[in-house]
Each structure stands twice: as structure tokens, then as C-alpha cells.
């Protein structure tokens, strides 16, 4: 089992920046990847961005290049999200996930933390 915990969110104004983390434990030499998603009310759970766990290679949602940076510590067991220049429809819950792909895919990904709420305000 490996267990995901978030942090970081918050109310944030409309250009401000947040950094979400995620710390894993358990069973983290069966990771491959970290993820991180989003889901807005009403709306379906959305990729945002992922990392291998061990190397660099990263893959972003094409509509998060640019204002989303997703990095790792593994000597902390943490995967970070930097999120600049914040929008109103930035608002959702940011969840991070673990899994054994590299995938922007939901389905691929097999555990999950409980999620960090990020708003910003216009």
C-alpha cells in the first residue's frame, strides 16, 4: 500500500501562486509515477500533471504548460505542484496519485491522497 497525503491549498487572489505538496509512504519502491489532478463541482477529475518518481521525465496537460510545475525531493518522498499566476478556474480540489505509468489517465493510477482544496478569489 502507499498512502498520499496533500497540502498546500488554500484562498488564493487571482495572480497569486501556491506550491501543493504531496508525501508519500508505504510501499514507495513500487511507484513509477506521481500524478497530480483536479476536479472542479459539477466537473469531471481532470490530469494536470505527473513525474516518474525516480529520473526526471515529466508530462503536462496541454492546457497546464506554462503556469504549472510539477517536481520531486525524494529524499522527502514529496512531489510538489507550483501553481503561478492563479486563476478563478484554477479553483477545484487538487488530488495527487500514485501509479505504475506514466498516464494522464484516471484509471491508471492506483492510489490516491485525499485532496487539498485550492480557491481563488477574483
Known amino acids: 500500500q502507499v498512502q498520499l497525503v496533500e497540502s498546500g491549498g488554500g484562498l488564493v487572489q487571482a495572480g497569486g501562486s501556491l506550491r501543493l505538496a504531496c508525501a508519500a509512504s508505504?510501499?514507495?519502491?513500487?511507484?513509477?509515477?506521481l500524478g497530480w489532478f483536479r476536479q472542479a463541482p459539477g466537473k469531471e477529475r481532470e490530469f494536470v500533471a505527473s513525474?516518474?518518481?525516480?529520473?526526471?521525465?515529466?508530462v503536462y496537460a496541454d492546457s497546464m504548460k506554462g503556469r504549472f510545475t510539477i517536481s520531486r525531493d525524494n529524499a522527502k518522498n514529496t512531489v510538489y505542484l507550483q501553481i503561478n499566476r492563479l486563476k478563478p478556474a484554477d479553483t477545484a480540489v487538487y488530488y495527487c496519485?500514485?501509479?505504475?505509468?506514466?498516464?494522464?489517465?484516471?484509471?491508471?493510477?492506483?492510489?490516491w491522497g485525499q485532496g487539498t482544496q485550492v480557491t481563488v478569489s477574483p
Open positions: 496519485a500514485a501509479g505504475s505509468g506514466l498516464s494522464r489517465l484516471v484509471d491508471h493510477y492506483d492510489y
Open positions: 508505504g510501499r514507495t519502491f513500487s511507484i513509477y509515477a
Open positions: 513525474i516518474r518518481w525516480s529520473g526526471s521525465i515529466t
